[in-house]
Nanobody, 126 residues
């Protein structure tokens, strides 16, 4: 059974940092699209950062230079290091995996992914 479990969210002041983790199980971790998404109240879910394979990464313009996606294949865990956080980063953050489907799809497209975690809340105060 595939599982994605996020952790590491919390409340921070603007300018602070958080590191999100996504522990996965039930599938071979390497080689799949893996991504971080977020959804603020009243807004659509948006892609933040993603791997479209083992090495290549993609970031939303709003987080470039502040967020870094990484993974530990030995631990089957995906990470999102978030620095210089801003109030507009406040949202529920979700981990996602694309485990089936062929061909290239947009790494930051929410419909590109088949499996989702339950989310972890990030709140940034000014």
């Amino acid at each position: 059974q595939v599982q994605l479990v996020e952790s590491g969210g919390g409340s921070v002041q603007a300018g602070g940092s958080l590191r999100l983790s996504c522990a996965t199980s039930g599938y071979t971790f390497r080689g799949y699209y893996m991504g971080w998404f977020r959804q603020a109240p009243g807004k659509e879910r948006e892609g933040v950062a993603a791997f479209d394979g083992d090495v290549s990464t993609k970031y939303a313009d709003s987080v470039k230079g502040r967020f870094t996606i990484s993974k530990d294949n030995a631990k089957n865990t995906l990470y999102l290091q978030m620095n210089d956080l801003k109030p507009e980063d406040t949202a529920m953050y979700y981990c996602a995996a694309r485990l089936w489907g062929t061909g290239w799809v947009p790494p930051l497209g929410r419909y590109s992914y088949n499996y989702w975690g339950q989310g972890t809340q990030v709140t940034v105060s000014s």
